[in-house]
């Protein structure tokens, strides 16, 4: 298995809604990553867990709660979104010791 | 500051036409330097890496890329392009365990 998959493809939540984003891989990759990424512009980092725990933050606000169950499996979890927070949600991954990251296809998220 | 520069937003071609998509870094991003490529509605393709060696780096659909230490660049160069490449292209310097994205250079193929 040689990518990155990510769960669901497209997703549409209400301002007070909970939902959650899922990202997997089965590569033995032990550095993870979520970015975001609007329309015409660069991923920007959000988080990025190493041997399953955050080692990065980039000041995001606490509405993103990001999880880390085990060395497969990342999650995103989403509460009281603004219709800002609408774009394409990336996950990633590196194998240990190597900076390249594999992406996943992200889910296109719209916060009506 | 760390940055990596894409020169041009937007690259227009011919098909069958050579393109080069211009990327320059700061010295302070590792010399670690990627190329991907994100098509319509997709994640993002790594389509080469130079980490060490050879300053000529081959990567995949045929693309390459030359990394130049004096001029701090590591242009993309492809001798004929398809109509299937046209993507968002983005040049990418690691720096403490991140990823340096440039701006994206959109390569447009016209028939």
């Known amino acids: 298995d040689t990518e990155v998959t990510q769960t669901p493809k497209h997703l549409v939540m209400g301002m007070t809604n909970k939902k959650s984003l899922k990202c997997e891989q089965h590569?033995?990759?032990?550095?993870m990553y979520w970015y975001k990424q609007k329309a015409k512009k660069p991923p920007e980092l959000m988080f990025v867990?190493?041997?399953?725990?955050?080692?990065i933050n980039e000041s995001v606000p606490s509405r993103f709660s990001p999880e880390c169950p085990n060395s497969s499996l990342l999650n995103l979890h989403l509460h009281a979104l603004q219709p800002e927070d609408s774009a394409l949600y990336l996950c990633?991954?590196?194998?240990?010791?190597?900076?390249?990251?594999?992406f996943g296809p992200g889910t296109r998220l719209t916060v009506t | 500051a760390q940055s990596v520069t894409q020169l041009d937003s937007q690259v227009p071609v011919f098909e069958e036409a050579p393109v080069e998509l211009r990327c320059n870094y700061s010295?302070?991003?590792?010399?670690?330097l990627f190329w991907y490529v994100q098509y319509p509605n997709q994640g993002l393709q790594l389509l080469l890496k130079?980490?060490?060696?050879?300053?000529l780096v081959k990567g995949i659909n045929g693309f390459e890329a030359e990394f130049n230490k004096s001029q701090t660049s590591f242009h993309l160069r492809k001798p004929s392009v398809h109509i299937s490449d046209t993507a968002e292209y983005f040049c990418?310097?690691?720096?403490?365990?991140?990823?340096?994205f440039g701006s994206g250079t959109r390569l447009s193929i016209r028939p």
């Open positions: 990633a991954s590196s194998p240990p010791g190597v900076d390249e990251q594999y």
């Open positions: 590569m033995g990759h032990r550095a």
């Open positions: 867990y190493s041997y399953e725990k955050l080692s």
């Open positions: 010295s302070s991003v590792s010399v670690y």
């Open positions: 130079y980490l060490s060696g050879s300053t």
């Open positions: 990418a310097g690691s720096s403490a365990s991140k990823i340096i």
